[in-house]
């Protein structure tokens, strides 16, 4: 059974930086895609970046340009650095993992920005 575990959450300034980490474990194949979505109070969950196996990259416009998204295949995890954080970017940001034909998520993380 695949596990999809996040840390790295937590309460910050507007302007501040954190950096989210996601660990799949419970397979040995390599990872299809792996990815980081968010949803707000009362929104509906949204892409915020994803990185295929092959390296190709997308980013939601909302943060182009603050969040670098990484991965190490090898350990199967993925990481989401995000500078420059707005209290709009207040979420809770839940890690997916694609092993086709099937997505693994994890619990979920909350970031919090707010002064």
């Known amino acids: 059974q695949v596990q999809v575990v996040e840390s790295g959450g937590g309460l910050v300034q507007p302007g501040g930086s954190l950096r989210l980490s996601c660990a799949a474990s419970?397979?040995?194949?390599?990872?299809?895609?792996m990815g980081w979505y968010r949803q707000a109070p009362g929104k509906q969950r949204e892409l915020v970046a994803i990185?295929?196996?092959?390296?190709?990259?997308i980013y939601a416009d909302s943060v182009k340009g603050r969040f670098t998204i990484s991965k190490d295949n090898a350990k199967n995890t993925v990481l989401l650095q995000m500078n420059s954080l707005k209290p709009e970017d207040t979420a809770v940001y839940y890690c997916?993992?694609?092993?086709?034909?099937?997505?693994?998520w994890g619990q979920g993380t909350q970031v919090t920005v707010s002064s």
């Open positions: 990185i295929t196996s092959g390296g190709n990259i």
């Open positions: 419970g397979t040995r194949f390599s990872i299809d895609a």
């Open positions: 997916k993992m694609r092993l086709v034909p099937y997505d693994y």
